[in-house]
């Protein structure tokens, strides 16, 4: 079966890093994309991963690695609008993405 | 980052009438659309994928005689909520995607409540 694996809640403090891991399993692979949501409000995209490594983007990296099957989302210099959930969204070999509950991360002062 | 609309963004409907919602790609060719159904606090749940000219493909326990999908051109997705239930309330949530690699855009979202 297909399966995505991210920690229910994270809790973090202004200014500091946070890294939200994923492991998943699908039916082949075809990259794997994070995505920020604020509640009541629809996903927004942040980064897309298909080859092993780090990708950075200025505040926000999101790492690959294929053989184990893992992902993280690092979060740098965070901020009080950063709270929201962050889904882990593989793609499998029908190029759908394949949705886990995600990560609610709760920044405090 | 590509732009795609949706609307209403909130349909207060009485109970056993319809709901349409539409989904639009602004500034580029969406071959294919996604809609989702979202509960408070759970994940995103995959409704059905259709691509332009094509019915709509559901995922099972998804009745496609209750959610009428429609996706006439490469800009216009429209999802139809017949006969509207109470457990029917929920946020539901386009996307659109160019090609099949390629990130996929969401539209803002509609809140449903049926009274």
């Known amino acids: 079966g297909q399966n995505i694996d991210q920690p229910t809640e994270m809790t973090a403090t202004e200014g500091a890093i946070v890294q939200i891991n994923c492991t998943y399993q699908?039916?082949?692979?075809?990259?794997l994309f994070w995505y920020q949501q604020h509640a009541g409000e629809a996903p927004t995209f942040l980064s897309y991963?298909?080859l092993d490594g780090l990708e950075e983007k200025g505040r926000f990296s999101s790492f690959l690695s294929r053989s184990k099957g893992y992902s993280y989302l690092l979060l740098k210099e965070l901020q009080m609008k950063d709270s929201a959930s962050y889904l882990c969204a593989p793609m499998d070999s029908n190029y759908q993405l394949i949705w886990g509950a995600g990560t609610k991360l709760i920044i405090k002062p | 980052g590509a732009v795609v609309s949706q609307h209403p963004s909130r349909v207060i409907c009485k109970s056993g009438t319809s709901v349409k919602i539409e989904c639009r790609s602004l500034d580029f060719q969406a071959t294919t659309m996604f809609w989702y159904r979202q509960f408070p606090k759970q994940s995103l749940m995959l409704m059905a994928t259709?691509?332009?000219?094509?019915?709509?493909?559901?995922e099972q326990g998804v009745e496609k005689d209750k959610f009428l999908i429609n996706h006439a051109s490469l800009t216009l997705s429209t999802l139809t909520v017949t006969s509207a239930h109470p457990e029917d309330s929920s946020f539901y949530i386009c996307?659109?995607?160019?090609?099949?690699?390629?990130?996929?855009?969401f539209g803002q979202g509609t809140r449903l409540t049926v009274v």
């Open positions: 699908t039916s082949g692979f075809n990259g």
């Open positions: 259709s691509n332009e000219g094509s019915k709509a493909t559901y």
């Open positions: 996307s659109a995607r160019g090609t099949a690699d390629t990130e996929a855009f």
């Open positions: 991963n298909v």
